[in-house]
């Protein structure tokens, strides 16, 4: 599952047996290879081939021990909103203040806060400065913004395991920046939320007599 901070999936269910479910996976993997190696498509070519040999004619589908088959396919899971827990710190004393004129190591820590899941390859494309009210910073006379970040972006984090903390920094650069109340924007705060689950299910069939 690939979480974004702007991106929503709509509804959709398919429904399907499996005499078919086989091509709708090929068409679906034909638009996920373009940016794939000449060595990965090769491999993937190989896979398709192989599951396709495998996907032969059949007839009779085994009864489930118990209810029946559910065909609903590709359709969105629904889920509770998993939020990490993310903070900005700076300063060495509680004394400090961000003068006008100044460069200051900042800390963006993220913490995977749950318990059963790994935030896997968490990044955070973008780390802006605006004005209180969202407006850009004021510029400078040679056109520079008068407060930096350095760097911009990204900032990876990697694999976030359960119940952690990862930190990133960057440096505030500000050079005559007016007197007043600024906010940090972190845009693009995207991750996979990794889960680890066990099922089981039962099948049955019937043995001939002589």
């Known amino acids: 599952m690939i979480m974004t901070d702007d991106h929503k999936h709509e509804e959709q269910t398919i429904s399907f047996d499996f005499k078919t479910v086989s091509?709708?996976?090929?068409?679906?993997?034909?638009?996920?290879d373009e940016h794939l190696s000449p060595e990965e498509r090769r491999c993937r070519r190989i896979e398709q081939a192989v599951n396709e040999e495998?996907?032969?004619?059949?007839?009779?589908?085994?009864?489930?021990?118990?209810?029946?088959?559910?065909?609903?396919?590709?359709?969105?899971?629904?889920?509770?909103?998993?939020?990490?827990?993310?903070g900005v710190v700076w300063g060495d004393s509680a004394c400090d203040c961000i003068e006008g004129d100044d460069a200051e190591i900042v800390q963006i820590i993220v913490?995977?806060?749950?318990?059963?899941?790994?935030?896997?390859?968490?990044?955070?494309?973008?780390v802006e400065v605006v004005r209180a009210d969202g407006s850009p910073?004021?510029?400078?006379?040679?056109?520079?913004p008068s407060i930096q970040v350095?760097?911009?972006?990204?900032?990876?984090?990697?694999?976030?395991?359960?119940?952690?903390?990862?930190?990133?920094?960057?440096?505030?650069?500000l050079r005559g920046?007016?007197?007043g109340k600024y906010r940090i924007l972190l845009q693009g705060v995207c991750f996979e939320a990794c889960f680890h689950q066990?099922?089981?299910?039962?099948f049955t069939f019937e043995v001939c007599k002589d």
């Not at 066990?198 to 039962?202: H, N, V």
Request: glycine residues 6%; positive net charge.
């Open 137 to 144: 910073v004021p510029l400078l006379p040679d056109g520079s």
């Open 54 to 86: 495998l996907w032969r004619p059949w007839e009779n589908l085994m009864p489930k021990c118990e209810g029946e088959y559910d065909w609903r396919f590709c359709f969105p899971l629904r889920m509770p909103e998993i939020a990490p827990l993310i």
């Open 177 to 179: 920046a007016p007197g």
């Open 150 to 173: 350095v760097p911009l972006g990204p900032y990876c984090y990697g694999d976030i395991p359960p119940c952690s903390c990862v930190v990133r920094q960057f440096m505030l650069r």
């Open 198 to 202: 066990l099922r089981e299910d039962c």
């Open 111 to 126: 913490c995977n806060r749950y318990s059963n899941l790994v935030m896997a390859h968490f990044t955070i494309n973008r």
């Open 23 to 32: 091509a709708r996976k090929v068409a679906h993997r034909e638009g996920q």
